[in-house]
């Protein structure tokens, strides 16, 4: 056994015991511990008014269930098609204990069972390749969610096999520190800079993509903010993350990130002006959010600029949306309009292996799409208190192809919530959505369409 084996044992070992003691902390509770409200559950953060050591505990469980059609003529060919049924579970337990007034400390423990159909034929295809493809832009996930590129390794795999799959990990760890002169965060946790909607090119630390239709939680990494007030609306943030190569395990200044955030208000305008180091790229973005009569809009421009040696030298990205709410029929109705250029983005689809800057940039999780622009209408309206409808396309403009993705949301209890929807493709030969060749093979990069229904409940 090598050192790093043994080394990446101990890890494992270390991360199952924490996580045990985890769970039996949050379970058992401290006493004079208490249920938070169920609003909590539904929210990633929020100050709570505390006296002394208080803590607080809530979270969830969600079940889902899926159908997928691939294509007959995509990779899925070679492991059959048909259409596959699915299903997953995750439980969240959330721990939050205020340490009076100068901080508090959160822990976040999830444990996730995922199976499948999906799952299985993506396990075949791996095994049939022997090449691991970007999540999400051929297969879907065809791996329990991986620390491999994270400071500390908090995830632990109690099975995954040909069938599926059952993980725990730890997705929030960290302790803040509120004092005058301002807020340190350190541990695992989550930041999210930007103002896009769908696409959102000013954040660096796992986005989401833009097909996610349930934002409420992003992967947590570890890292350390400083955030300190300017003035009486703007602030300044300082961020570092802290990452190791995935093929050695060391901690290197290439796989790392650290920025600058400021955000100033001017008149009725918000302005925000980003510097950044990310995975040895340097990184320059400014922003703006105001307001035209009834509607807000938001624009956000960021320049990549990549090592000397990458093909493409750098690139620009950017997104601008504007929403509204407004009333049709006593019906309450809200709607968005993005539009998203990347500059990294290929018009011949099956040239993208050639890309090096590109696949990479899809391979950490920074990209999601292949084209350069891109458009985004949505539309929700109220049909009753507890029941939401929404619809969403994305476009791509120079194809065309894109996505639909209609659901509906019923909140059929005080803590229980009922989502059913689906995600469709459409698109002619050789567009993004649609299905391209790819290369060396008689299968074509196609998505698959699929139908799902979710239920959680918060507690």
């Not at 660096?204 to 934002?215: E, G, I």
């Not at 992967?219 to 703007?234: P, S």
């Not at 059929?412 to 959505?433: K, Q, R």
Request: charge should be negative; charged fraction near 20%; include cysteine.
């Amino acid at each position: 056994m090598s050192g790093n084996d043994a080394m990446r044992i101990r890890r494992r070992q270390a991360v199952a015991v924490l996580s045990i003691l985890t769970v039996v902390w949050l379970c058992i509770g401290i006493p004079g511990g208490r249920w938070i409200p169920a609003a909590y559950g539904r929210s990633t953060s929020g100050d709570m008014p505390s006296e002394g050591l208080s803590p607080e505990w809530g979270g969830h469980l969600r079940l889902r269930g899926g159908l997928t059609r691939p294509d007959d003529q995509s990779l899925y060919q070679w492991v059959g098609t048909g259409t596959y049924e699915d299903g997953s579970a995750e439980l969240r337990l959330k721990h939050q204990i205020f340490l009076g007034e100068w901080g508090h400390f959160e822990t976040h423990y999830e444990a996730v069972a995922v199976g499948g159909d999906t799952w299985e034929k993506g396990r075949d295809l791996l095994r049939l390749t022997n090449v691991r493809l970007p999540d999400g832009l051929f297969v879907s996930q065809s791996g329990p969610l991986s620390d491999d590129r994270r400071l500390m390794d908090l995830t632990h795999v109690i099975h995954d096999g040909a069938e599926g799959a059952f993980y725990h990990r730890l997705d929030r760890l960290f302790l803040a520190l509120e004092r005058s002169w301002g807020n340190v965060r350190l541990g695992r946790q989550a930041v999210t800079w930007g103002n896009g909607m769908i696409f959102n090119p000013m954040d660096l630390f796992n986005p989401f993509a833009p097909t996610d239709v349930v934002r409420d939680y992003k992967v947590g990494d570890d890292m350390a903010i400083f955030t300190r007030q300017l003035g009486e609306n703007g602030d300044l943030q300082v961020i570092g993350v802290p990452r190791r190569n995935p093929e050695n395990r060391a901690v290197e200044w290439g796989e790392s990130a650290v920025g600058a955030k400021v955000r100033i208000p001017s008149g009725t305008t918000e302005w925000t002006f980003l510097l950044a180091e990310n995975h040895d790229n340097a990184v320059i973005g400014v922003g703006a959010v105001g307001y035209a009569g009834s509607a807000a809009w938001r624009v956000d421009a960021v320049w990549t600029a990549l090592p000397a040696e990458s093909p493409s030298g750098g690139y620009l990205s950017g997104a601008a949306n504007v929403d509204v709410s407004w009333t049709w029929w006593d019906k309450n109705f809200y709607g968005f309009l993005e539009m998203y250029y990347n500059g990294l983005g290929e018009t011949d689809y099956s040239a993208v292996g050639e890309n090096s800057d590109l696949a990479a940039a899809l391979a950490r999780g920074e990209l999601f799409t292949l084209g350069r622009l891109y458009l985004a209408p949505h539309v929700g309206v109220e049909f009753h208190p507890l029941v939401n409808a929404y619809l969403t396309f994305i476009n791509n403009l120079e194809d065309p192809s894109g996505v639909i993705q209609p659901r509906c949301v019923w909140s059929a209890a005080e803590d229980v919530e009922i989502m059913a929807g689906a995600t469709l493709y459409w698109g002619g030969p050789g567009t993004e959505f649609g299905g391209f060749p790819i290369p060396g093979t008689a299968a074509r990069a196609v998505p698959a369409d699929s139908a799902y229904l979710w239920l959680t409940w918060y507690y």
